[in-house]
């Protein structure tokens, strides 16, 4: 039998456990490199920004009517839990920040085995975790093992299959071969990607103006208007 290893694995986050001894720091750590953290604060992060489409906030044109409109209860939760400017609110800004940590931190942790595994793959892997994998299969072929080596060899590089070795371990012959190995780094653009739009919504958010500019045909202006509500005011309207 010929194990080969199509090194098309799927990157399962495994469930780490806290080893005895580890001090406070390290396992604050683990916490922030964790998938299910950042999977967590993404999901609350989009709930957020729901939230801000379905309640309309404070700068918008038409907020002062929108707000008469509400129930004394609704102006005094939204009110107070900042959801009339939801996108200056401390948690959604907290909630920026702590994700972009957890992909930089997640990012810094698993990049050293993922090049590791690019430059230098594991060939004599046991039967055993070849066997556990979702995609195997095991045929027999007859004929002397040097010989059918080869033409396995060579039917994987005719299937563009890159860096194709031959390994010997145990009496065991190992065929290695790869295809899409630059998926390995597939996350990465993702998590430069995810960190470029968080940190422009949030200079924007702090820094950038809003408003409206109406023009007629052939007019010109140099001068913005934007909708400011001060929601203490806004409360003594009945």
């Given at each position: 039998?010929?194990?080969?290893?199509?090194?098309?694995?799927?990157?399962?986050?495994?469930?780490q456990?806290?080893?005895?001894?580890e001090?406070?720091?390290?396992?604050l750590?683990?916490?922030?490199?964790?998938?299910r953290?950042?999977?967590?604060?993404?999901?609350?992060?989009?709930?957020?920004c729901?939230?801000?489409?379905?309640?309309?906030?404070?700068?918008?044109?038409?907020?002062?009517?929108?707000?008469?409109?509400?129930?004394?209860?609704q102006?005094?939760?939204?009110?107070?839990?900042g959801?009339?400017?939801?996108?200056?609110?401390w948690?959604?800004?907290?909630?920026?920040?702590?994700?972009?940590?957890?992909i930089?931190?997640?990012?810094?942790?698993?990049?050293?085995?993922?090049?590791?595994?690019?430059?230098?793959?594991?060939?004599?892997?046991?039967?055993?975790?070849?066997?556990?994998?979702?995609?195997?299969?095991?045929?027999?072929?007859?004929?002397?093992?040097?010989?059918?080596?080869?033409?396995?060899?060579?039917a994987?590089?005719?299937?563009?299959w890159?860096?194709?070795?031959?390994?010997?371990?145990?009496?065991?012959?190992?065929i290695?071969?790869?295809?899409?190995?630059?998926?390995?780094?597939?996350?990465y653009?993702?998590?430069?990607?995810l960190?470029?739009?968080f940190?422009?919504?949030?200079?924007?958010?702090?820094?950038?103006?809003?408003?409206?500019?109406?023009?007629?045909?052939?007019?010109s202006?140099?001068?913005?208007?934007?909708?400011?509500?001060?929601?203490?005011?806004?409360?003594?309207?009945?």
């Open positions: 039998m010929l194990p080969l290893d199509h090194t098309a694995q799927t990157n399962n986050a495994a469930v456990t806290k080893a005895p001894g001090s406070l720091l390290t396992r750590i683990k916490l922030l490199c964790s998938v953290l950042g999977v967590t604060l993404l999901v609350l992060l989009g709930l957020a729901l939230i801000g489409m379905l309640v309309m906030q404070q700068n918008v044109a038409g907020f002062d009517r929108y707000f008469v409109e509400l129930t004394p209860s102006r005094l939760v939204y009110g107070k839990l959801l009339f400017n939801i996108y200056h609110a948690y959604f800004n907290a909630l920026l920040a702590l994700l972009s940590m957890n930089i931190l997640a990012s810094i942790d698993r990049f050293p085995k993922t090049w590791a595994r690019f430059s230098k793959p594991n060939i004599t892997v046991p039967l055993r975790w070849l066997r556990e994998q979702k995609q195997n299969a095991a045929i027999e072929v007859q004929g002397a093992g040097e010989d059918v080596s080869e033409k396995v060899a060579l994987m590089k005719a299937s563009r890159s860096k194709v070795k031959t390994a010997e371990k145990n009496g065991i012959q190992y290695f071969g790869e295809s899409g190995r630059w998926n390995r780094f597939g996350a653009p993702v998590h430069v990607g960190l470029t739009i940190v422009g919504g949030f200079l924007t958010a702090q820094l950038g103006t809003t408003g409206q500019m109406p023009l007629a045909p052939g007019e202006k140099d001068l913005m208007s934007d909708t400011v509500v001060e929601l203490d005011k806004t409360n003594e309207i009945t």
